[in-house]
DNA sequence: CCCACATAATTGACGTTGTCAATCATAATT
DNA sequence: AATTATGATTGACAACGTCAATTATGTGGG
């Protein structure tokens, strides 16, 4: 063994986050936050899918069991809008959890096209970990974040998605 | 003809943005940072595709040609770093980018392995056309946001995304 | 100097995701 | 009753993400 400084593989959970050079801090693109978002997403979806991975979800799946086990009864239409997906990618994700019994297709009596998403038993549970996991990573995404500023951001982030 | 109050296709630019029913504000997802990230960037991208478009690019290829425009020489296992995508997705770019005359492969004088994106002159001039675009964009995406709002969000998200 | 190992770019494979059109069942409108 | 609109579903296809292998070059230890 004693292979202490070498470090040809990181002995370490996740991906190493390869540093930036100063240099490109400077550059215009890191003032236009289309590009902070799309790094700061990239950043934190490798963190939830991590720590969701155990579970066998992804930050899509539990959005979407997520959705399930709120109170509000979505449609598949209604999360498909909701979550900003194809109408045919709920299938597929609604068909998986349903497979694995984590949620099931309940008849909508006011329409009998649409489909109500309901949580089993086991999907509330799966969720209540899913989410545990899910705060954990999102710790970790907003290390550099205090309190207020996790607040701020949310305020913000809530004004534009759902503007 | 008199298809007037009609609306099977909005005689609008760009794909209608549906309305989100009340009742998921009040699910937990919408205090997850991870979800309203992902919103958020699913609408500011939609929009800086769509005004990027008549420039035959992507925000991907936007960021690219943006950091060849730069002034910080970038190689491409820089960019993969920086934008955070795979080194062979850069090859693609950049050879596409490259095809239309837009940048070029610079040979780097520390290191013949490496290769630093240029931009050409036709390269320079459409990004300058493109970052305007993307400046709309934003504009478009932010509405809801005043100025400073829009000052902090960046402060915040910069620390995200670097940290 | 030589050797072993690390790294940059590239290619190719393969699974995942995004987007679209078509279909069927049911609603809603006229 | 006929027409049109909408929800779920399927299938096709392009775009994207991820990984392994290859080639050329750099780096550090003997």
Redesign the pocket.
């Known amino acids: 063994m004693a292979e202490s400084t ?1 470090h ?1 593989e990181d002995p370490w959970e996740g991906a190493a986050i390869p540093a930036v050079p100063d240099r490109f801090l400077a550059s215009d693109l890191v003032d236009e936050i289309e590009f902070l978002a799309a790094r700061a997403r990239s950043l934190g979806s490798a963190h939830a899918n991590a720590v969701l991975a155990p579970l066998d979800l ?1 930050v ?1 799946s539990y959005s979407v069991l997520a959705m399930a086990c709120s109170d509000t009864g979505p ?3 209604e999360l ?1 809008d909701f979550l900003r ?5 709920i ?1 597929s994700l ?2 998986a959890l349903e497979q694995r019994g984590l949620v099931f ?1 309940a008849p909508d009596p006011r ?5 109500v998403i309901r949580p089993t038993a086991a999907g509330t549970e799966l969720h209540q970990r899913a989410a545990a996991a899910v705060r954990v990573a999102e710790e970790t995404s907003l290390a550099s974040l205090d309190g207020p500023e996790r607040d701020q951001l949310r305020v913000l982030l809530r004004k534009i998605a759902f503007s």
Chains 1, 2 share one sequence.
């Open positions: 070498q040809g992804k899509r449609s598949q239409r498909a997906l194809d109408p045919s990618q299938v609604v068909d297709r329409d009998r096209r649409s489909k």
